[in-house]
Each structure stands twice: as C-alpha cells, then as structure tokens.
C-alpha cells in the first residue's frame, strides 16, 4: 500500500488518489524519483512538499518536480527526493577557517560562525539577484512580503543577522527593508551585497537538515573554500575526508536528515545493522581466489540506509583486505533478477 501525502503551501495536507501503481526510480526502499498517475481534482498546489509511505515507512519525502494535468483521464505528478533536490542547489564562493568544526561547516541553521553548507542551500539569494538603489542600498524587486520571498523576519550577511528597520534611507549599515514588493539591504561594510553571502533562512527549503555526524566535532587543520558550483558534491567531500559513510533519515517531521557515521558494523552481536537477508534481498558470495586469498561480496536491492553498515554484521572484517564498495544501478532488483545481476557483478568485480 503507497500513499502519497501533499502539503500545499498554506499547510492543507491532500492525499490523491492513485490510479496505478507508481513507477520508481533507481529503489524501492528510497526513491530519488517518483512518478505517479493520479485521479483529477485533487486539490493539490504543484508548490507543495510531499510524503510517500508504504506500509508504514517514509520511502520518499521532498517535492513537486513536475505536476501535468494535460490528460483527460488522469494528472500526472513527478516527485523529486528532498536529496534531488539539494544536488540542484548552486553556491557561492566562501572560505572556512582553519579549526572548523565538521558540524559548523556542513549546518543547517543559522547563528553560527560560519554560514554551514545546508544552509547555504536553503537559504543563499543567487548573488546576480541585487541592484543598486541609493548610496550603499541594494535592493531585489519584487522581493517583498508578497512575493518570492514572503515576509523575511531574519536575514544574514554571511554568518551575522542585519537588522529589520522600517524607514531604510536613514538606517544604518547592517539593515535591510522589506515592504510589499521590494527588498533593501545595506552591508555592515557598506559594499555590495555581491561581495557576501546574503542568506534567507529556508526560503528554497530543500528539507534536508544536519542530522547526527559521529565526528562532528573534528575540526580541519587547513581552510577549506567553497564556489560557485553545485553544493551537494562539497558536503559529501567533506563527509568522505573525515572518513565517514554518509546517509538521508526521513522523519515524521517532515524533514531529511543527513547523517554519516565512521562505525563500520555500529551495534552488537545481540542487535546487528544488517538489514540484507540471504536467499531474500541479497546475495552474499565468498570465493577463494587462487593466489589472492578470500574475495567477498554482497549485493543488495537499495543501498538507501548505508551499503557497508547492513553488511558488516554478514562478511568477515577480522580478514586483512581491500574494502571496495559500488552500486548497481536496475529498475527494480527482484527475485531472478537479483539472483542475475548477482551473478554478473561477482564475475565483473573479480
């Protein structure tokens, strides 16, 4: 049983009715893409975050790619992962210090003393956004309450709050304006907002939040420097230098979270992370090569919760070897399927 639940932007949840099975993309136990035939006359808004249980289980949380009501018989929907959707977001030059702490730099909320790499996600103003307006004023149109923005209660320079004033020309510098259809800052340096970051807090809101990092307090003894290029592949280089398997946890909350542990095997004899099942959703092979010593391996349908963490509790790591993980991707890794693919992996891989 797969139900989908939208959220539309002025928190009406609808649930559409579904008229075949949808089609997945990559897994079924965690999707990055959704698409879905659906009966007319939902009620949902395409601008609304959406939800996909199957018995029980989140298997999908983020958004609306696509919403195509063009047919007579039914509307089509295309539904993105939160993760889909952060691996969209672009960046903008910043510099982390020497002595950051892991945490600091991959955060999702603000305050701070860095502006962390999830935030800079869900809330950075595209930098090309601002004009100028009078002396050290810069302002967006159609910025204002009632626009793309909505009412902004918080705004940051880089890692520091401007103030909320309501009679901008004589304000001082680290203020910013928002009227109904306009938005004004002036920097605390009195520059152009191009030379900083100028974040709204969760404007875009991909809903991915940091979640539980197991070093999260090391720190980097170099700086390290973002660009202006996709965000996504600098958090998972980050989460990779600290030695970390890094994974998306969706809550009842209505978030994602991002964790990433350096545990293989984390748990006990008594309560494994294995979640892979012999003969049922994997295949587990051990070989002996002539020359080379043991080969291992297990293939598994979905690496969703961590490929290394649900195996560790089925291979042997008391063996000193080469740990080389991969996915292969199918649509949809069943039964003779599996027991196929299996097959050609093992062969490939040795």
Known sequence: MI???VTNPD????CPVL????????YLDKPRRLV???EKGSGLDPQGTIQVDRRGKIILLGHIKQFDQSRQEYDRLVLDSAEALLAERIGQFYRYPA?????????????????GLL???NGLIPRGAWKPLSGAWYWIEGGGSSGRFGPITTLYQDHRPLTKVIDWPASPAGSFYQDASNLAIRCFDDRSPDYHLIIAPNFKDTLVRLGTISTGTTTFSVCYEVGANTIFPAIKALILAGGLEWTIRYEKDGYAYLDASAIVGKGSASAPVATYIEGKNAEITVDQMDGLGKLQALLGQGAGSGMTQQCSAALDFTTLGVWREGVYRSGGLFGSMLD???EKVFSDCQ
């Open 11 to 14: 928190g009406l949840t609808v």
């Open 36 to 38: 879905a035939k659906i």
């Open 99 to 115: 002595g950051t702490m892991l945490n600091s730099m991959l955060a999702s909320e603000m305050g701070g003393s860095v502006v």
């Open 19 to 26: 008229v075949e099975r949808p089609e997945f993309d990559e």
């Open 340 to 342: 196929g693919a299996t």
């Open 119 to 121: 935030a800079m996600a």
């Open 3 to 5: 139900e989908i639940t």
